[in-house]
């Protein structure tokens, strides 16, 4: 069974820094390019950032981008997502995703499936 | 503000047919890129409805279907039933912002 299984969520202050993580199971993970996505309480879906399956091509959403890294360990099965500088909207649960077909570009591919979702709440 | 435009909310009475819209631009859908369709249901992870604009994958009942025309795409359910009553988020790729957008989300209610 493909499984993703997030961690790392938790309280942070303003300015402060994160570490998720996303363990994957069910599949082979390497082939397989990975996103986070984050869910604002009562509002919509925002992607956050994208790697490939050799950690090639990363790319991050303006709004995240010079404060997040992603990361992936193929070795491990894991995907990780470095937070700093974290503000008050960067409130959400944090999902992890895989891309479905393997070695697909990721712009051409969809995401399936979808981990349960980590809270990262910043305030002080 | 969301990239993709999509209803806040639709409703519709048991067995009726509903229809949720997104409307992109000239850089998403219009620029040819596929849209896919996510349930989320309350408390739980989103989960893929429909893919490459009408595709369903296993296990999704045949109610729901996808279409696409132009800037916009839609997601049909016919036959509403009470566990549909859901969160609806469609998506696609964006070659202006170079990365994914999705639409702000549409809240089905079944009466």
């Known amino acids: 069974e493909v499984q993703l299984v997030e961690s790392g969520g938790g309280l942070v202050k303003p300015g402060g820094s994160l570490r998720l993580s996303c363990a994957a199971s069910?599949?082979?993970?390497?082939?397989?390019?990975m996103n986070w996505v984050r869910h604002v309480p009562g509002k919509g879906l925002e992607w956050v950032a994208s790697?490939?399956?050799?950690?090639?091509?990363?790319n991050y959403a303006d709004s995240v981008k010079g404060r997040f890294t992603i990361s992936r360990d193929n070795a491990k099965h894991s995907l990780s997502l470095q937070m700093n500088s974290l503000r008050t909207e960067d409130t959400a649960v944090y999902y992890c995703?895989?891309?479905?077909?393997?070695?697909?570009?990721?712009?051409?591919?969809?995401?399936?499936?979808w981990g349960q979702g980590t809270l990262v709440t910043v305030s002080s | 503000q969301s990239v993709l435009t999509q209803p806040p909310s639709v409703s519709g009475a048991p067995g009726q047919r509903v229809t949720i819209s997104c409307t992109g631009s000239?850089?998403?859908?219009?620029?040819?890129?596929?849209v896919h369709w996510y349930q989320q249901l309350p408390g739980t992870a989103p989960k893929l409805l429909i893919f490459?604009?009408?595709n369903r994958p296993s296990g999704v009942p045949d109610r729901f279907s996808g279409s696409k025309s132009g800037t916009s795409a839609s997601l049909a359910i016919t036959g509403l039933q009470t566990e549909d009553e859901a969160d609806y988020y469609c998506?696609?790729?964006?070659?202006?912002?170079?990365?994914?957008?999705f639409g702000g989300g549409t809240k089905l209610t079944v009466l």
């Open positions: 995703a895989r891309d479905q077909v393997p070695f697909l570009e990721s712009k051409y591919n969809w995401f399936d499936p």
């Open positions: 069910g599949f082979t993970f390497s082939s397989h390019n």
């Open positions: 790697i490939s399956g050799t950690s090639g091509y990363i």
């Open positions: 000239s850089s998403n859908i219009g620029a040819g890129y596929d």
């Open positions: 490459a604009n009408l």
């Open positions: 998506q696609s790729y964006d070659s202006s912002l170079s990365g994914w957008v």
